[in-house]
């Protein structure tokens, strides 16, 4: 029993970092229609922009977390700029085939400079962040995870649902043209909405390290198990990602504890290809309203 | 007409994929708080007309090649949409095209984009005011309502933005004629009460002729015929080919061959 | 039975829908595929060296996997992430039927190319449902999962150790080397090819080519549009299954290693890089990116020989990763239809020569 509560704690706090790494993702796709191949990419340079700057610039722990995340914006800003922003109004096919190739060369990147390697952050949480419940544990960096995933949750609700900002953001993704017609900056809205997901996937991606320690691999193949997550929350629900997020956490460290550990990484997929067998636009995706 | 002209198009070309010439030549002139009206048949070149002058060309790979179009006195054609839009200028695009998964008080909030940061409630009351049908389903999907709330969730959403010109792209497709009849009264009572310019596209000739102050014809690319609205009811061509009646004022019949002389006339 | 030659006409004088359908316009293609055919197996064999041999082999085999991936992407519009494992079933199917069956290869290259077609109509499935993007991650999901299980079904694939093929033989005589292989690659490579481009001029290729740009209104013009999406994934499948297959033999024993992402990723970039939609764009893809690979080895090789940057760790994988991203992002960039749009530009611009228009 102790042994379940333990893997249900840490399913839980692992599906939040899911969560909170789907949201950049979902944030790109909601106001462009995008799927990021390269969001794992995103993560994994959130992470070692942080490591850089802790380790080999010796800043302090908030200045570089600060720094990551005006690196990390600013990166996404640039990305869009240079390699998407060119292939606005032409086919999805394109764009998708685009971010797949901006994967593999961001891959190569970093692998070129950091190699394979596994590094670690030095210790950066408080212990005080730790919360014990007789038996169960929860370490740090996942009080931490957990928190962070409900502070971004929030703020995107909000953010979409009640700022301006964010509706033009839901505008341009639903209907392109309607949108220019009423003076909606739409480039501002893509090149806005890659610098906020790459700001959350960096924040995602200096967390994951913290668990895991840093690695390109490693951090690249979560930046693919993102889209169980999203499947199963819905493509543009950003609280269906965190959702998705806690069930494809459970059910991997569930099946890891239970079954076999080595069944642990294909599991999120059958559970995604059986989903999508049987609600196609996901729990909690929008059903998409086909007039014609 | 003696009143300031707020918008003046001369002798525009619009050119598609580099390749595609359909306008030729359009010129037109828009005075200041008038409805004008744009008529013509399928592929006039109507639509493009009103591209061309709220920049919406350039996504489909449009350009306007030769000519000028005049806002105010400063020369607009081929700026980027959001740098219109901000003059004042809105389209409300063919077709309605809501946004489908937004509900109607945030499709009507998307219209405050060009006045981004400055409050709206007032405006949203003012276009409840006008469409009363909206109030009840602000909180529905824009995606589940019905053609005729469409239409004036459409036209509703671009007063959002303060237009001082309005450019409405045949707000009358595909709507049950008594919903036509309350939209185009709503479009009139706008331009009075909002000092709104107006420029109407349309294919129902007649109801735009009775509210358009100005009207003008347009066949493949080309104005071809132009007049106050109560004169050209009376043209007997655009009796006859546009609202349906022989020059006679009888119900047209399709045997009449002389149609075909007199449309040439005009290409 | 002197029938007239037929030259390019100055313009479209085509008034025949039998004339738009024709592969060769003009009687100049005929003679240049002949001329071509016969220096293919006439002379590269017997010039080249092992080396460049295998080069070529492997263009081969990623040219026939690759026209599959077209075929999918290119001309039915839906886009899979899972090529490349599909080709490992292939490679797997043949080496366990050539092992536990005994299968001769002339049996067990077409019958590892339908089981590979049948694993993909299992995964093509969830399209009876899903569109676009959906269906893309379905079909990452596939790769992932078709990945543990060719590592994990210990009992039929020996898992990390690998399986070695036996020596193939076609009417007792066996098939060995470089030349052997080369024969029997682009013999399957000339006939893959030739049933590429007939299909698309066959109900088929247009069904597909319908659903492509409209799976709606293809509906409606009573297309079934799920049958074909099926169908078209097996038919994908089947062409990667068969490259698998030829893969497997000729690199004698495999493993799971090589049939990961990474592959998929290859795969597509050689059909952008070649021009989605094109036969000719396909096999232009398939040289450039097996000749990219060569060419990066060769240059990581000759970094560490130079020695100057000696330290830091080099190796040729990330590199490659890197190139190919940047291939594919450069060509989207800014020739989306491909090297094959490039290759009829300068075509016609000799065609045309002097007058330019």
């Given at each position: 029993?102790?042994?379940?509560?333990?893997?249900?704690?840490?399913?839980?706090?692992?599906?939040?970092?899911?969560?909170?790494?789907?949201?950049?993702?979902?944030?790109?796709?909601?106001?462009?229609?995008?799927?990021?191949?390269?969001?794992?990419?995103?993560?994994?340079?959130?992470?070692?922009?942080?490591?850089?700057?802790?380790?080999?610039?010796?800043?302090?722990?908030?200045?570089?977390?600060?720094?990551?995340?005006?690196?990390?914006?600013?990166?996404?800003?640039?990305?869009?700029?240079?390699?998407?922003?060119?292939?606005?109004?032409?086919?999805?096919?394109?764009?998708?085939?685009?971010?797949?190739?901006?994967?593999?060369?961001?891959?190569?990147?970093?692998?070129?400079?950091?190699?394979?390697?596994?590094?670690?952050?030095?210790?950066?949480?408080?212990?005080?962040?730790?919360?014990?419940?007789?038996?169960?544990?929860?370490?740090?960096?996942?009080?931490?995870?957990?928190?962070?995933?409900?502070?971004?949750?929030?703020?995107?609700?909000?953010?979409?649902?009640?700022?301006?900002?964010?509706?033009?953001?839901?505008?341009?993704?639903?209907?392109?043209?309607?949108?220019?017609?009423?003076?909606?900056?739409?480039?501002?809205?893509?090149?806005?909405?890659?610098?906020?997901?790459?700001?959350?996937?960096?924040?995602?991606?200096?967390?994951?390290?913290?668990?895991?320690?840093?690695?390109?691999?490693?951090?690249?193949?979560?930046?693919?198990?993102?889209?169980?997550?999203?499947?199963?929350?819905?493509?543009?629900?950003?609280?269906?990602?965190?959702?998705?997020?806690?069930?494809?956490?459970?059910?991997?460290?569930?099946?890891?504890?239970?079954?076999?550990?080595?069944?642990?990484?294909?599991?999120?997929?059958?559970?995604?290809?059986?989903?999508?067998?049987?609600?196609?636009?996901?729990?909690?995706?929008?059903?998409?309203?086909?007039?014609? | 007409?003696?009143?300031?002209?707020?918008?003046?198009?001369?002798?525009?070309?619009?050119?598609?994929?580099?390749?595609?010439?359909?306008?030729k030549g359009v010129s037109l002139s828009v005075p200041e708080n008038r409805i004008i009206s744009l008529l013509g048949s399928n592929g006039a070149g109507k639509s493009t007309t009103l591209k061309a002058i709220s920049g919406l060309l350039k996504p489909e790979n449009g350009k306007v090649t030769e000519g000028s179009i005049l806002y105010d006195g400063t020369e607009i054609h081929n700026l980027p949409p959001e740098t219109i839009t901000r003059q004042g200028i809105i389209q409300v695009l063919e077709g309605r095209q809501p946004f489908k998964y937004l509900t109607i008080e945030e499709n009507l909030r998307v219209g405050t984009a060009t006045r981004f940061g400055k409050p709206y409630k007032e405006d949203l009351d003012l276009v409840y005011a006008y469409f009363p049908v909206l109030v009840k389903r602000r909180k529905t999907l824009a995606g589940y309502c019905s053609g005729g709330e469409l239409q004036m969730l459409v036209i509703g959403r671009a007063l959002m933005a303060h237009p001082k010109l309005l450019l409405l792209d045949e707000p009358s497709l595909g709507l049950a004629p008594m919903v036509v009849q309350e939209i185009f009264r709503i479009i009139r009572r706008?331009?009075?009460?909002?000092?709104?310019?107006?420029?109407?596209?349309?294919?129902?000739?007649?109801?735009?002729?009775?509210?358009?102050?100005?009207?003008?014809?347009?066949?493949?690319?080309?104005?071809?015929?132009?007049?106050?609205?109560?004169?050209?009811?009376?043209?007997?061509?655009?009796?006859?080919?546009?609202?349906?009646?022989?020059?006679?004022?009888?119900?047209?019949?399709?045997?009449?061959?002389?149609?075909?002389?007199?449309?040439?006339?005009?290409? | 039975?002197?029938?007239?030659?037929?030259?390019?006409?100055?313009?479209?004088?085509?008034?025949?829908?039998?004339?738009?359908?024709?592969?060769?316009?003009?009687?100049?293609?005929?003679?240049?595929?002949?001329?071509?055919?016969?220096?293919?197996?006439?002379?590269?064999?017997?010039?080249?060296?092992?080396?460049?041999?295998?080069?070529?082999?492997?263009?081969?085999?990623?040219?026939?996997?690759?026209?599959?991936?077209?075929?999918?992407?290119?001309?039915?519009?839906?886009?899979?992430?899972?090529?490349?494992?599909?080709?490992?079933?292939?490679?797997?199917?043949?080496?366990?039927?050539?092992?536990?069956?005994?299968?001769?290869?002339?049996?067990?290259?077409?019958?590892?190319?339908?089981?590979?077609?049948?694993?993909?109509?299992?995964?093509?499935?969830?399209?009876?449902?899903?569109?676009?993007?959906?269906?893309?991650?379905?079909?990452?999901?596939?790769?992932?999962?078709?990945?543990?299980?060719?590592?994990?079904?210990?009992?039929?694939?020996?898992?990390?150790?690998?399986?070695?093929?036996?020596?193939?033989?076609?009417?007792?005589?066996?098939?060995?080397?470089?030349?052997?292989?080369?024969?029997?690659?682009?013999?399957?490579?000339?006939?893959?090819?030739?049933?590429?481009?007939?299909?698309?001029?066959?109900?088929?290729?247009?069904?597909?080519?319908?659903?492509?740009?409209?799976?709606?209104?293809?509906?409606?013009?009573?297309?079934?549009?799920?049958?074909?999406?099926?169908?078209?994934?097996?038919?994908?499948?089947?062409?990667?299954?068969?490259?698998?297959?030829?893969?497997?033999?000729?690199?004698?024993?495999?493993?799971?290693?090589?049939?990961?992402?990474?592959?998929?990723?290859?795969?597509?970039?050689?059909?952008?890089?070649?021009?989605?939609?094109?036969?000719?764009?396909?096999?232009?893809?398939?040289?450039?990116?097996?000749?990219?690979?060569?060419?990066?080895?060769?240059?990581?090789?000759?970094?560490?020989?130079?020695?100057?940057?000696?330290?830091?760790?080099?190796?040729?994988?990330?590199?490659?990763?890197?190139?190919?991203?940047?291939?594919?992002?450069?060509?989207?960039?800014?020739?989306?239809?491909?090297?094959?749009?490039?290759?009829?530009?300068?075509?016609?611009?000799?065609?045309?020569?002097?007058?330019?228009?």
């Open positions: 029993m102790d042994f379940f509560i333990q893997l249900l704690v840490n399913g839980i706090s692992i599906g939040f970092l899911y969560g909170l790494s789907a949201m950049g993702f979902v944030m790109i796709y909601k106001a462009s229609s995008v799927l990021n191949f390269a969001h794992g990419e995103l993560l994994a340079i959130g992470a070692f922009l942080f490591l850089a700057l802790v380790t080999w610039a010796e800043l302090p722990v908030a200045a570089a977390f600060i720094l990551t995340l005006a690196g990390t914006f600013v990166f996404g800003f640039i990305v869009e700029r240079l390699f998407l922003r060119p292939l606005i109004g032409e086919p999805l096919i394109e764009i998708i085939m685009l971010t797949v190739g901006l994967a593999a060369m961001f891959k190569g990147a970093l692998l070129l400079i950091w190699g394979g390697n596994l590094y670690t952050y030095p210790d950066l949480l408080p212990e005080f962040l730790a919360w014990n419940w007789g038996v169960v544990q929860v370490p740090p960096v996942y009080v931490s995870a957990i928190f962070m995933g409900i502070v971004f949750l929030l703020l995107f609700g909000l953010f979409f649902k009640y700022s301006s900002q964010g509706i033009y953001m839901r505008s341009v993704a639903d209907n392109q043209p309607a949108a220019l017609s009423l003076g909606v900056h739409v480039r501002r809205v893509f090149a806005l909405s890659w610098a906020i997901a790459a700001l959350v996937a960096g924040i995602s991606g200096i967390i994951l390290g913290l668990i895991n320690g840093i690695n390109v691999h490693e951090l690249s193949s979560i930046g693919l198990k993102v889209f169980p997550v999203v499947i199963l929350g819905g493509l543009d629900s950003i609280s269906g990602a965190i959702i998705g997020g806690i069930i494809i956490g459970l059910l991997e460290t569930m099946t890891g504890g239970y079954l076999s550990p080595s069944l642990r990484d294909v599991i999120p997929y059958i559970a995604l290809v059986a989903i999508l067998l049987v609600r196609p636009y996901g729990l909690f995706g929008l059903v998409e309203i086909e007039r014609v | 007409m003696n009143d300031k002209i707020l918008l003046q198009i001369n002798n525009i070309g619009v050119v598609y994929s580099d390749v595609i010439q359909v306008l706008i331009n009075e009460e909002q000092e709104t310019t107006i420029v109407l596209v349309e294919q129902n000739a007649n109801m735009a002729l009775q509210i358009a102050h100005y009207g003008y014809v347009m066949e493949n690319g080309k104005i071809v015929m132009e007049g106050d609205a109560a004169e050209l009811r009376e043209n007997p061509d655009v009796k006859e080919f546009y609202l349906g009646m022989g020059a006679t004022g009888i119900a047209k019949s399709y045997q009449d061959v002389k149609a075909y002389k007199r449309r040439k006339r005009w290409l | 039975m002197l029938r007239r030659f037929r030259f390019h006409p100055c313009g479209n004088y085509r008034d025949h829908y039998e004339k738009e359908l024709t592969i060769f316009e003009t009687d100049f293609g005929r003679l240049w595929m002949t001329i071509g055919l016969s220096v293919l197996f006439g002379l590269v064999p017997f010039l080249l060296g092992s080396y460049p041999l295998y080069i070529i082999n492997m263009i081969g085999i990623a040219a026939i996997a690759a026209l599959g991936l077209n075929i999918l992407v290119g001309y039915t519009g839906l886009i899979s992430l899972g090529h490349g494992a599909f080709f490992g079933v292939g490679a797997y199917a043949a080496a366990i039927l050539a092992t536990e069956w005994n299968f001769p290869i002339l049996l067990a290259l077409p019958a590892a190319g339908l089981i590979t077609a049948l694993v993909g109509i299992i995964f093509g499935l969830p399209s009876v449902r899903l569109k676009g993007l959906y269906l893309t991650i379905a079909t990452l999901a596939g790769q992932f999962i078709i990945e543990y299980i060719l590592l994990h079904w210990e009992g039929l694939t020996k898992g990390t150790m690998g399986i070695i093929l036996p020596e193939a033989g076609i009417f007792g005589l066996s098939i060995t080397g470089d030349r052997g292989y080369f024969f029997l690659i682009y013999l399957c490579l000339v006939l893959m090819t030739w049933l590429a481009v007939n299909l698309v001029r066959t109900k088929f290729g247009r069904a597909f080519i319908a659903i492509r740009d409209n799976d709606r209104a293809a509906e409606g013009m009573g297309i079934p549009v799920f049958r074909y999406k099926l169908l078209s994934f097996g038919i994908s499948s089947f062409y990667a299954g068969l490259a698998g297959a030829l893969f497997a033999y000729y690199m004698i024993s495999i493993t799971t290693e090589p049939f990961n992402l990474m592959l998929s990723v290859e795969y597509i970039a050689m059909i952008i890089i070649g021009g989605l939609g094109s036969i000719t764009g396909t096999i232009f893809g398939a040289i450039f990116i097996t000749g990219l690979n060569e060419a990066l080895r060769w240059f990581t090789d000759w970094l560490i020989n130079v020695g100057g940057i000696t330290g830091v760790e080099l190796t040729v994988a990330p590199l490659r990763e890197f190139a190919f991203g940047l291939a594919i992002v450069l060509f989207i960039l800014f020739e989306p239809k491909g090297l094959a749009e490039l290759w009829r530009i300068i075509r016609s611009s000799f065609r045309l020569w002097p007058f330019s228009y």
